[in-house]
């Protein structure tokens, strides 16, 4: 099974002159299959990862599309070894 670390490194809006949590859809791609479709909500300027699974064929492009009302800015890379579950 394959592995991809979804890094959310940004996510806040601005309310008047504060940041403030704010939602944003993910939609994580293998290739050109969607994988994965995360919500994610709060606020953050430190990056944060979360590891997700797929069954399709490793060694192709991978790749986060997002939506949110705010902020937001994240990455996707491929893993080859999961460090939350050690399998590869």
Same mark, same amino acid.
Do not use: N
């Given at each position: 099974?394959?592995?991809?670390?979804?890094?959310?490194?940004?996510l806040?809006k601005?309310?008047? &002159?504060?940041?403030?949590?704010?939602?944003?859809?993910?939609?994580?791609?293998?290739? #050109?299959?969607? $994988? /994965?479709?995360?919500? !994610?909500?709060?606020?953050?300027?430190?990056?944060?990862?979360k590891?997700l699974?797929?069954?399709?064929? &490793?060694?192709?492009?991978?790749?986060?599309?997002?939506?949110?009302?705010?902020?937001? #800015?994240?990455? $996707? /890379?491929?893993?080859? !070894?999961?460090?939350?579950?050690?399998?590869?």
């Amino acid at each position: 099974m394959a592995s991809i670390k979804l890094t959310v490194r940004r996510l806040y809006k601005i309310s008047g &002159e504060r940041m403030v949590g704010t939602e944003a859809t993910a939609r994580i791609f293998v290739g #050109d299959t969607l $994988v /994965a479709t995360e919500a !994610i909500s709060g606020m953050t300027e430190s990056p944060v990862s979360k590891y997700l699974h797929h069954h399709e064929a &490793e060694g192709q492009p991978v790749r986060v599309e997002w939506q949110c009302d705010g902020i937001a #800015d994240m990455a $996707v /890379a491929e893993m080859q !070894i999961c460090p939350c579950c050690q399998h590869d």
